[in-house]
């Protein structure tokens, strides 16, 4: 495949983009080489600047579930466009959106509309301080909650205390209230909780974590900590912006038939518009500003296209009822595939799923945090990726990424993934 007037923009968009990206993991710095230019995109493919079809797992970081350029979503925009485009005024839409959101997550009485998933987790621990009256907050190591300050910090080695900032820009004092924890170990969490007795506002965990690879909360692990919650007072933030809308139609919750007191979404609820939201029970949500003290806005939020996008998307999730299985299915048949193409081939991996999401890893041991899943061989995984985007299938351009699949890959888009891996695994 070529992709010569893809490093033409690149080198173009470099000149005046920083890095030539509006956002750094589509730089392709942890693979190497050139990021491909999107021309346009429709169900299950990709097409690039330089004419090439790609099968793609990543769309555009989980929104697409139903594929690219789904007609309901695109249709209900361009209607809505005629309309007007923003009038940073209430519309009888916001409420259609909330509506259904409401029905379909469970535990949930109101949810706000913000404009990305960063937005929503940062509101998420605004209202959980501001809730609970207390600073300080446990985030996973490796777990990902958009850019704000509070969650740009790094894990210390095992042994948790006050976490130091991982960007130039986070000063000490925000990072001194986010205490790390070891995804996967209760026992950390615990310790943590006598160490800063009555300080701790909230946990905030992906209850299945798609930001170090795909690592499934193990057993236990998501009651253990609505205990640890329950026990000191303390708010269950579960952060659906990945697994909303896509590992069942209530999410993770439904999923693992856990309570978590305030939840925020991205990806999916938008249908591929920026769009984020948090939700919560009312005593909760009612602490939000107009009727509460804890501050939150957004000039377009609740945008008309972003909510007419959702909406239909939402619609479409909501009233199809075989959808969640059949993603998980033909994530199963993938994992199956990709299972025997490696072990064919004598590669060491791992591979973890959940429903719709999974993960390959080029490492023998189970990976089930932040630390195992660094293990993980970074020089195959620079092959893997490159040999599989030959064979025409873009999976995300970095070892510590889930893949995202969409109903609209057909059984017969599975198989020829499949072959690429057997013809790639044999070059690994
Ligand atoms: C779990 C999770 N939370 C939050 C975010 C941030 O969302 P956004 O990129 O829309 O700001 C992401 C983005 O990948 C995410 O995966």
């Given amino acids: 495949m070529l992709y010569q007037r893809s490093s033409q923009l690149f080198a ?94 469970p535990n949930i009485d109101k949810i706000r509309f913000v404009n990305s998933g960063t937005e929503a987790c940062m509101s998420a621990i605004r209202l959980a301080r501001g809730y609970t009256k207390r600073d300080k907050i446990i985030k996973f190591a490796g777990c990902y909650h958009g850019h704000s300050d509070s969650f740009l910090i790094q894990a210390g080695s095992g042994a ?36 800063n007795v009555n300080e701790i506002a909230a946990i905030i965990i992906e209850p299945v974590a798609g930001n170090m690879g795909c ?5 236990g692990f998501l009651e253990g900590l609505r205990k640890l919650c329950d026990d000191n007072g303390a708010l ?53 500003a107009p009727l509460g003290p804890v501050y939150q806005a957004g000039t377009l939020s609740g945008n008309p296209l972003a909510m007419a996008a959702g909406l239909e998307m939402l619609k479409a999730l909501n009233n199809d009822t075989a959808i969640f299985t059949r993603l998980e299915d033909k994530t199963a048949y993938l994992e199956t595939g990709i299972r025997k193409e490696l072990d064919k081939a004598g590669i060491i991996y791992t591979i973890n799923r959940t429903g719709s999401m999974i993960s390959v890893h080029f490492d023998a041991s ?30 995300a351009p970095s070892a510590y990424e889930t893949w995202f699949i969409t109903d609209a890959l057909s059984y017969d888009d599975l198989d020829a993934t499949i072959d690429a891996v057997g013809k790639v695994a044999v070059t690994l």
């Avoid at 061989?377 to 064979?391: A, I, Q, S, V, Y």
């Fill in 236 to 288: 269950l933030i579960f952060d659906e912006v990945m697994t909303g809308f896509r590992l069942a139609k209530g999410g993770a919750q439904e999923l693992f038939n856990i309570k978590a007191d305030i939840v925020a979404f991205g990806k999916v609820i938008g249908g591929g518009l920026p769009v984020g939201a948090f939700a919560a029970r009312n005593e909760i949500m009612n602490y939000l």
């Fill in 12 to 105: 173009e968009a470099e000149q005046v983009i920083p890095g030539g990206v509006n956002s750094p993991v589509r730089a392709f710095r942890a693979v190497g080489g050139t990021p491909i230019f999107v021309k346009e995109a429709k169900g299950a493919y990709l097409y690039d600047e330089d004419g090439n079809k790609l099968i793609d797992y990543i769309n555009s970081w989980g929104p697409m579930i139903l594929g690219h350029a789904y007609e309901p979503v695109v249709n209900a925009v361009i209607e809505r466009a005629k309309k007007g485009t923003s009038f940073g005024m209430p519309t009888a839409l916001e409420t259609e959106i909330a509506k259904l959101a409401v029905a379909m997550v």
């Fill in 215 to 219: 690592i499934p909360p193990a057993q």
């Fill in 160 to 195: 948790v205390t006050f976490g130091t900032p991982n960007s130039p820009g986070v000063t000490q004092g925000t990072a001194k209230d986010t205490l790390l924890a070891t995804y996967n170990d209760l026992q950390n969490v615990t310790d943590l909780f006598a160490a």
């Fill in 366 to 395: 189970p990976v089930t945090d932040f630390k195992s899943a660094a293990r993980g061989d970074n020089e195959t995984f620079k092959k893997f990726f490159h040999g599989l985007l030959k064979e025409g299938v873009y999976i």
